[in-house]
C-alpha cells in the first residue's frame, strides 16, 4: 500500500480529464496553491421600489453615496434605514436598458441609453438631472484623461462622443470647445467603453484605442484588433489599466496593446456549452479587488445563474452558485453602531463584524437581486472539488483518504472505473472522522474524488489517498 498526495491543481474543465487538473472548482477562489473560500450573497438594503440593474457607490473626499438603477428610477442608499430612496430626476425615466455609472470630480454620472446624460453632485444634490441641455443620450459611459466619454450614442451605435476639457456639461463642438464625436465605420456596434489615461472603445469585431492628441483633432483613435472584439456589452470590466471581455469564443484581456486570450484551452468551451444564449445580454461583470477576481454573471441553459471568475494574479479559474442578477463593485458607505441596528439582531448577521462591509471607504464585490442591493460578504458557500481521472495502474484499490483542509475538515466521495467511457457514479459523500480519515474502498482503473470542505475552512489543499494494487478478474 502507497499514499498518494493529490494536490487541487488548477481547474481546467476544457482539457481531458486525465490531464491532472480539477473538473470541478465550485463556490471557491482559485489561489496560487490550492483553493479559498468564497462567500455567499448578503442582503445589504431593502427592496426598492422596482428592481434593480446595476449599483455603484460615488465617492468624494471622505463622502461615500451608493446608488442603485431601475428601470424607471435612480435610487439613493439610506444608510440609517437601509431603505433604497428614489432620488429621479422630476418624472422620472423610461427605460429597460441597464443604467451604467461613472464619476468626474466630485460629480456622479449616470446613463441609460434613453435620456440625457444624468448628474449627481456628492453631497450637495438631492435628485438627479439632466446634466446640460446640450448633453446626448448615450448607452456606454466612462473617462478618458480629464474628459467624460459616452459611446453608442443618440442612437447612433458607432459614435463616440466626448464632453469639453474637465467640463461634463460642455458638449457642443466649436473653436472654444473640445468636445467632439467620432464615427467608428469598421468594427459593428460599440459595446464598451473603458477609460483612464487613454480610452478602450470595444466593438463587436474591433477594439479601438483612444488617445488624446491636443488640438484639433483632440483625440486619435487607432485600431489595435480587427475581427475580434467584444459581443457581449455587459461582459467588460476594467481593473487598473486593463480591460476584460467576452468575444465569439472565449475570453479576453486588453491592455491598449496586446490581447490576450485567458480562457483558451482552459474554459471557453465549458463556458459555451453552459451559456444560455436567449439571454446572453444579461450578462455583467464586475472586479472583487479584494480576491484579485474578474466575476461574470451569466445564465446557464439549465435555468437559474452562474458565476464564473478568474483571478488576475495567477491566471486561475473557478465557478460560483449565486442568486444575484447582477454583479458590481462599489465602496461601502460605513455603517455606524445606531446604524447597525438596522440590519436586525447581532446573533442574526451574516456577515461578520470584522468585515470591511461596515468600514466606509473599502472597495467591495457586491451586486443586486431582484430589488435589493447584495454583498458577497455572506457564510461561505459550500465548495465542491473533484478531481480529474487518476490513475494508480491498471487496476488500484483505493482504501482511505484524508482531506488536507487548513481549519475545516470535509465529506469525500469516490467513483472508479475500468474505461473512460464507462458511467461516473459516485459512492455516498462520507464526512472525516475526528482523525481526519474517510473509508472509501473503491477499485478500478480510473477513479475521481468529490471532496466538500466543512467547517471554518479557510484553504482546501489537496487530498492523501491510500491505495493499493487489485487483481484482474
Given at each position: 500500500?502507497?499514499?498518494?498526495?493529490?494536490n487541487?491543481?488548477?481547474w481546467?474543465?476544457?482539457?481531458?480529464?486525465?490531464?491532472?487538473?480539477?473538473?470541478?472548482?465550485?463556490?471557491?477562489?482559485?489561489?496560487?496553491q490550492?483553493?479559498?473560500?468564497f462567500p455567499?450573497?448578503?442582503?445589504y438594503?431593502?427592496?426598492?421600489?422596482?428592481?434593480?440593474?446595476?449599483?455603484?457607490?460615488?465617492?468624494?473626499?471622505?463622502?461615500?453615496?451608493l446608488?442603485?438603477?431601475?428601470?424607471?428610477?435612480?435610487?439613493?442608499?439610506?444608510?440609517?434605514t437601509q431603505?433604497?430612496?428614489?432620488?429621479?430626476?422630476?418624472?422620472?425615466?423610461?427605460s429597460?436598458?441597464?443604467?451604467?455609472?461613472?464619476?468626474?470630480?466630485?460629480?456622479?454620472?449616470?446613463?441609460?441609453?434613453?435620456?440625457?446624460?444624468?448628474?449627481?453632485?456628492?453631497?450637495?444634490?438631492?435628485?438627479?438631472d439632466?446634466?446640460?441641455?446640450?448633453?446626448p443620450y448615450?448607452?456606454?459611459?466612462?473617462?478618458?484623461?480629464?474628459?467624460?466619454?459616452?459611446?453608442?450614442?443618440?442612437?447612433?451605435?458607432?459614435?463616440?462622443?466626448?464632453s469639453?476639457?474637465?467640463?461634463?456639461?460642455?458638449?457642443?463642438?466649436?473653436t472654444t470647445?473640445?468636445?467632439?464625436y467620432?464615427?467608428?465605420?469598421?468594427?459593428?456596434?460599440?459595446?464598451?467603453?473603458?477609460?483612464?489615461?487613454?480610452?478602450?472603445?470595444?466593438?463587436?469585431r474591433s477594439?479601438?484605442?483612444?488617445s488624446?492628441v491636443?488640438?484639433p483633432?483632440?483625440?486619435?483613435?487607432?485600431?489595435?484588433?480587427?475581427?475580434l472584439g467584444?459581443?457581449v456589452?455587459?461582459?467588460?470590466?476594467?481593473?487598473?489599466?486593463?480591460?476584460?471581455f467576452?468575444?465569439?469564443?472565449?475570453?479576453?484581456?486588453?491592455?491598449?496593446?496586446?490581447?490576450?486570450?485567458?480562457?483558451a484551452?482552459?474554459?471557453?468551451?465549458?463556458f459555451?456549452?453552459?451559456?444560455?444564449f436567449?439571454?446572453?445580454?444579461?450578462?455583467s461583470?464586475a472586479v472583487d479587488?479584494?480576491?484579485?477576481?474578474?466575476?461574470?454573471?451569466?445564465?446557464?441553459?439549465?435555468?437559474?445563474?452562474?458565476?464564473?471568475?478568474?483571478n488576475?494574479?495567477?491566471?486561475?479559474?473557478?465557478?460560483?452558485?449565486?442568486?444575484?442578477?447582477?454583479?458590481?463593485?462599489?465602496?461601502?458607505?460605513?455603517?455606524?453602531?445606531?446604524?447597525l441596528?438596522?440590519f436586525?439582531?447581532?446573533?442574526?448577521?451574516?456577515?461578520?463584524?470584522?468585515?470591511?462591509?461596515w468600514?466606509?471607504?473599502?472597495?467591495?464585490?457586491?451586486?443586486v437581486?431582484?430589488?435589493?442591493?447584495?454583498?458577497?460578504?455572506?457564510?461561505?458557500?459550500?465548495?465542491?472539488?473533484?478531481?480529474?481521472?487518476?490513475?494508480?495502474?491498471?487496476?488500484?484499490?483505493?482504501?482511505?483518504?484524508?482531506?488536507?483542509?487548513?481549519?475545516g475538515?470535509?465529506?469525500?466521495?469516490?467513483?472508479?472505473?475500468?474505461e473512460?467511457?464507462?458511467?461516473?457514479?459516485?459512492?455516498?459523500?462520507?464526512?472525516s472522522?475526528?482523525?481526519?480519515?474517510i473509508?472509501?474502498?473503491?477499485n478500478?482503473?480510473?477513479?475521481r474524488?468529490?471532496?466538500?470542505?466543512s467547517?471554518?475552512?479557510?484553504h482546501?489543499?489537496?487530498?492523501?489517498l491510500?491505495?493499493?494494487?487489485a487483481?484482474l478478474?
Open positions: 500500500m502507497t499514499t498518494q498526495r493529490i487541487f491543481e488548477e481546467l474543465p476544457d482539457q481531458p480529464s486525465t490531464s491532472g487538473g480539477l473538473v470541478t472548482a465550485n463556490n471557491t477562489v482559485p489561489l496560487l490550492g483553493y479559498g473560500v455567499s450573497s448578503s442582503d438594503s431593502n427592496n426598492a421600489s422596482e428592481n434593480l440593474n446595476n449599483v455603484y457607490a460615488g465617492k468624494f473626499s471622505t463622502i461615500i453615496q446608488f442603485a438603477g431601475g428601470a424607471t428610477k435612480l435610487f439613493k442608499y439610506n444608510s440609517g431603505n433604497l430612496d428614489d432620488v429621479s430626476k422630476t418624472g422620472g425615466y423610461g429597460n436598458d441597464k443604467w451604467r455609472f461613472t464619476q468626474f470630480g466630485d460629480v456622479l454620472l449616470a446613463t441609460n441609453n434613453v435620456e440625457k446624460i444624468q448628474s449627481w453632485t456628492v453631497n450637495t444634490s438631492s435628485t438627479f439632466d446634466v446640460s441641455a446640450d448633453a448615450a448607452k456606454f459611459i466612462s473617462v478618458v484623461r480629464d474628459f467624460v466619454v459616452v459611446g453608442d450614442v443618440g442612437g447612433v451605435s458607432n459614435k463616440v462622443q466626448w469639453d476639457i474637465n467640463d461634463e456639461t460642455n458638449w457642443t463642438s466649436g470647445s473640445q468636445s467632439d467620432q464615427i467608428i465605420a469598421d468594427g459593428g456596434d460599440i459595446t464598451g467603453v473603458t477609460g483612464g489615461e487613454f480610452g478602450l472603445i470595444l466593438l463587436e477594439i479601438v484605442r483612444m488624446y491636443g488640438s483633432l483632440f483625440f486619435q483613435f487607432d485600431t489595435i484588433s480587427r475581427g467584444c459581443t456589452a455587459g461582459s467588460v470590466s476594467q481593473y487598473g489599466a486593463v480591460t476584460y467576452l468575444s465569439d469564443d472565449g475570453f479576453y484581456s486588453c491592455d491598449g496593446t496586446q490581447i490576450k486570450g485567458i480562457g484551452e482552459k474554459v471557453d468551451k465549458y459555451f456549452s453552459q451559456l444560455d436567449d439571454n446572453i445580454n444579461t450578462i461583470s479587488p479584494v480576491k484579485n477576481l474578474i466575476v461574470w454573471n451569466y445564465p446557464v441553459n439549465s435555468g437559474g445563474r452562474k458565476l464564473i471568475m478568474y488576475f494574479q495567477n491566471g486561475k479559474w473557478s465557478t460560483g452558485d449565486t442568486t444575484a442578477d447582477y454583479v458590481s463593485s462599489v465602496t461601502t458607505a460605513g455603517v455606524t453602531l445606531e446604524d441596528d438596522g436586525g439582531l447581532l446573533d442574526d448577521l451574516t456577515t461578520s463584524l470584522d468585515s470591511r462591509l468600514t466606509g471607504g473599502k472597495l467591495l464585490f457586491a451586486g437581486e431582484d430589488a435589493k442591493i447584495v454583498t458577497f460578504t455572506g457564510a461561505n458557500t459550500q465548495a465542491e472539488f473533484v478531481t480529474g481521472d487518476l490513475e494508480f495502474g491498471y487496476n488500484s484499490m483505493v482504501t482511505l483518504a484524508r482531506p488536507i483542509i487548513e481549519n475538515s470535509a465529506q469525500a466521495a469516490i467513483a472508479s472505473r475500468k473512460l467511457d464507462d458511467t461516473i457514479t459516485y459512492g455516498s459523500l462520507t464526512s472522522t475526528s482523525e481526519g480519515r473509508g472509501l474502498r473503491s478500478g482503473r480510473w477513479h474524488i468529490k471532496v466538500r470542505p467547517g471554518s475552512w479557510l482546501a489543499i489537496g487530498i492523501d491510500d491505495v493499493s494494487a487483481g478478474r
